[in-house]
């Protein structure tokens, strides 16, 4: 049974071949390689999903594991209890007295590598590989050294509170009575879906928008097992960076995704001795706290501000560095860049010109100290960790960072743990999450932490409220937040002596944010649009913004950047003169850097009747002649988008947001042909056209070729399709399960589909039964295309059935699947004999 480089045949997870082995081990005593193993295991674990049988059969194969032992582990796997099986199998590994097993193990990973399943194997190897000796330092390395005597009393007051001052999570309410609520930070957190790499530096679309897109390819690679996950606390210390002692890290991710809470979370678990016993001393700064400093400072004399009680004791604390961890959150609040030097194009004398000595007590410009730290020049040896938005990405480019770290938000499973926590009534909750996860659009929005917040709140209560009962629950991202102001003026219009004009004078400040890209306000943006600041506590005001103190002064933002773009969006609705809203809608709509997508949306979504019908009793009569012009610029921006295909699909958003029948007849009822091909079509986008679509008759031409679609977007379209008469959903990997749910629209009576593209569509022989059957019933279809999948001769007699039982088909294309020659040739045969009774019939093999 022993083989020599890899399994039997047949054995799950088999290689295609053997090579040598062990080169890259060969370094490692058996005392390091379990160290080594040890260092890796949480990686392993989460490598070894969905392969754990194939590893537990290698080490059975190579006889360094009993029998027993490789049953227990096989049929955990059978049971689909991977993780259990996993722990077993790293347990038994680390459990021996000698490396034999953990060697047998790492050789068997090496050549099983090649194996597209094993993407994250063959990165932890290459990583090993590319860090040479230094791994062998990191291996070694033991972070817990002791604390200093003379600090220990310093060192558990700091903990004790930054613990006091990060034990809650603290969120405005919409019910009224409570202004703010509190949330124990324990009891409220959900996990967040973070990985350690960027997939892109670059952002050129709105963040909402970017969102859902890039959340779907994330979906893509997750299910190819391509991206591995951290925990907050394998940030530092870890395997993931290039180094594990002085780790430089970014956490990016967008607008509302949960920097700050991850942060939070960071703080409050080294406080409370969770995490990170190698710091000593933690020091947590927020940029848009560090703008209202005016010239320069000391980190010295930053860190006492923010911690005063160490004012004695500040500068023996400095002398550890390597026991200090900075966190500084939000750099693309930052009022000043952070400029790093480019030193591979300077001359080497240009580059080797440093400062003679960067002291803590040394004052200069915050961004200055920033820049060192990371950069090793000030206090070397410390960690510091920022965050940012993608969009402040580009300042880092030439920084010596260690490690970037992604956030990309809630996965299904976080969704439904975020909602049942906020609600703490589980029918309710599931009552509420049952409507979202209809609502294509609603949901798509929850993998963002703060439009799930922002969705829970306003929903709360629709489906709480008698009286409200008697309105539909939101359809639309406009009519969400209409509910949301509703929700407002209703608990709260007493605190204020005119609520409408203080809510138009906030828009105004909105808009002027999102034209200038300001999303941090201060006293003076307050005064410039007659807003009292001193009147924040009103709980009117706490709905819709956020107050940041800090030693020196108080900024604001509004709750989320789309709470700004439709508080702008609301307010311009309703006070522009109707002449000049043509006038507001072009500018906004040149606009070439997206800053006014979602602004308008809302102008279009605010022609809704039932987005507006809640607030009539608030804001008075919605001027009907704006809606007349607004829908009539929507109107004229559809026809130019013709042969522009992404403004062809923001305007179809701003169809659907206005929810006008008779207008979508006017423009998407015209229509011979919907282009999209090579534009990734998120869900929300396949609901907006399904939804779109449904007041068309027919549609000559639907291309959605290589729009990085999969069955989920099928399963939103699959109820307009048999409207269109040519269907192109090439190159997109729908899989079995994506043609079973097109299946459907091929048996609707009233189906016009003649044409079907399907080729490289990821398809095996477990579909075609299903398509059969639907075909046996169509009378539409002429022509199939489903070359270049990955059929075999097994489904043949299933085609057999296809092609006699669909009496309108023409031409059914094969060619470049993995038929024999037997099998094409049989298909040949039945075709040329069919030829007799159906002349037109034609095959490609």
Not at 84 to 113: C, H, K, N, S, Y
Not at 297 to 314: G, N, R
Not at 748 to 769: F, V
Not at 818 to 836: P, R, Y
Request: aromatic share 8%; glycine share 4%; proline share 3%.
């Amino acid at each position: 049974m022993e083989a020599s480089g890899g399994a039997q045949r047949g054995a799950p997870g088999a290689p295609c071949d053997s090579r040598a082995t062990g080169s890259l081990l060969t370094r490692f005593s058996d005392l390091h390689l379990r160290r080594l193993t040890e260092h890796y295991r949480p990686r392993l674990e989460a490598a070894f999903e969905g392969l754990v049988h194939a590893v537990g059969f290698h080490l059975f194969a190579k006889k360094v594991i009993t029998s027993h032992e490789y049953e227990s582990i096989k049929d955990l796997a059978i049971k689909e209890e991977e993780s259990a099986a996993t722990e077993f199998l790293l347990d038994i590994v680390l459990g021996r007295d000698d490396a034999v097993v953990a060697r047998a193990m790492w050789q068997g990973l090496e050549e099983l590598q090649d194996n597209d399943a094993y993407i994250k194997i063959k990165r932890i190897l290459q990583e090993i590989e590319t860090k040479g000796d230094q791994m062998l330092l990191e291996i070694k390395w033991n972070p817990e050294e002791s604390l200093p005597v003379d600090l220990m009393v310093l060192h558990r007051l700091h903990r004790k509170r930054l613990a006091e001052l990060n034990a809650n999570l603290t969120m405005s309410s919409l019910q009224g009575r409570e202004p703010v609520k509190t949330f124990l930070l324990e009891e409220s957190f959900t996990e967040l879906i973070v990985i350690p790499s960027l997939r892109h530096q670059d952002q050129v679309e709105h963040e909402l928008m970017a969102r859902g897109r890039d959340h779907l390819e994330w979906r893509k690679q997750a299910l190819r097992r391509e991206l591995e996950k951290i925990k907050h606390h394998q940030i530092f210390g870890g395997s993931f960076g290039k180094i594990c002692r002085c780790l430089r890290t970014v956490v990016s991710g967008v607008a509302g995704i949960g920097k700050t809470t991850l942060m939070q979370k960071i703080v409050y678990d080294w406080a409370v001795e969770r995490i990170y016993r190698q710091f000593h001393f933690l020091f947590h700064f927020k940029f848009r706290e560090l703008n209202a400093y005016e010239g320069s400072i000391s980190l010295k004399q930053m860190i006492l501000d923010a911690y005063p009680y160490l004012e004695k004791d500040v500068k023996r604390i400095l002398q550890h560095s390597k026991k200090i961890l900075f966190i500084f959150d939000g750099l693309d609040e930052f009022k000043d860049p952070v400029i790093f030097p480019d030193l591979q194009s300077q001359s080497p004398l240009a580059a080797g010109q440093k400062a003679l000595c960067l002291c803590p007590e040394s004052w200069r410009p915050i961004s200055d100290i920033v820049r060192d730290l990371l950069q090793g020049e000030l206090l070397p040896g410390c960690s510091v960790l920022v965050t940012t938005r993608p969009t402040a990405l580009e300042s880092l480019r030439h920084a010596h960072i260690d490690l970037y770290v992604e956030i990309l938000g809630f996965s299904d499973v976080q969704i439904k743990d975020y909602f049942m926590k906020f609600y703490q009534d589980d029918r309710l909750a599931q009552e509420i999450l049952s409507y979202v996860e209809q609502n294509a659009i609603l949901y798509t929005m929850c993998y963002n932490p703060s439009y799930c917040w922002v969705i829970c709140s306003s929903l709360k209560s629709v489906f709480t409220s008698h009286r409200h009962r008697s309105w539909a629950p939101p359809k639309t991202i406009t009519q969400l937040y209409s509910n949301y102001i509703h929700n407002i003026l209703t608990n709260h219009s007493r605190e204020a002596e005119n609520p409408q004009e203080l809510l138009l004078r906030i828009g105004e400040m909105a808009y002027m944010g999102v034209t200038e890209k300001v999303i941090i306000f201060s006293d003076a943006h307050f005064h410039q649009y007659r807003l009292q600041p001193n009147n924040f506590l009103s709980g009117f005001l706490m709905e819709i913004l956020q107050k940041e103190k800090s030693w020196k002064n108080v900024v604001y933002s509004f709750f989320h950047l789309t709470v700004q773009e439709f508080m702008a969006a609301f307010t311009k609705f309703l006070s522009t003169p109707t002449e000049r809203i043509i006038e507001l809608l072009n500018a906004a709509g040149a606009a070439k850097d997206g800053r006014y997508e979602i602004f308008l949306q809302f102008m279009s979504g605010l022609c809704c009747p039932e987005a507006t019908a809640q607030l009539q009793d608030l804001i008075g009569e919605v001027p009907q002649a704006t809606i007349s012009k607004v829908l009539d610029w929507v109107k004229k921006r559809f026809e130019e988008s013709q042969g522009h295909k992404l403004q062809l699909l923001s305007t179809l958003h701003y169809l659907f947001e206005a929810q006008n029948t008779s207008l979508v007849r006017d423009t998407i009822g015209r229509l011979r042909q919907i282009d999209f091909s090579f534009n990734v079509m998120t869900p929300v986008d396949c609901y907006v056209l399904a939804s779109l679509l449904e007041s068309c008759h027919r549609l000559e031409n639907l291309h959605l070729f290589n729009c990085s679609m999969q069955a989920r977007e099928i399963k939103i379209l699959k109820g307009v399709l048999h409207k269109c008469v040519k269907v192109r959903l090439a190159q997109n990997r729908l899989g079995d399960q994506g043609v079973k749910l097109l299946s459907e629209a091929l048996k609707k009576s009233d189906c016009q589909i003649q044409l079907l593209e399907l080729w490289m569509a990821n398809l095996t022989d477990g579909c075609i039964p299903e398509l059969a059957s639907a075909l046996s019933t169509n009378q539409s279809l002429k022509h199939l295309l489903v070359r270049d999948n990955q059929f075999t001769d097994r489904c043949i007699p299933c085609f057999f059935q296809l092609l006699e039982n669909c009496s309108t088909l023409e031409v059914l294309d094969v060619g470049g699947n993995e038929f024999s020659i037997h099998g094409k040739h049989k298909l040949e045969v039945f075709v040329a004999k069919l030829k007799k009774t159906r002349p037109n019939v034609n095959i490609k093999v």
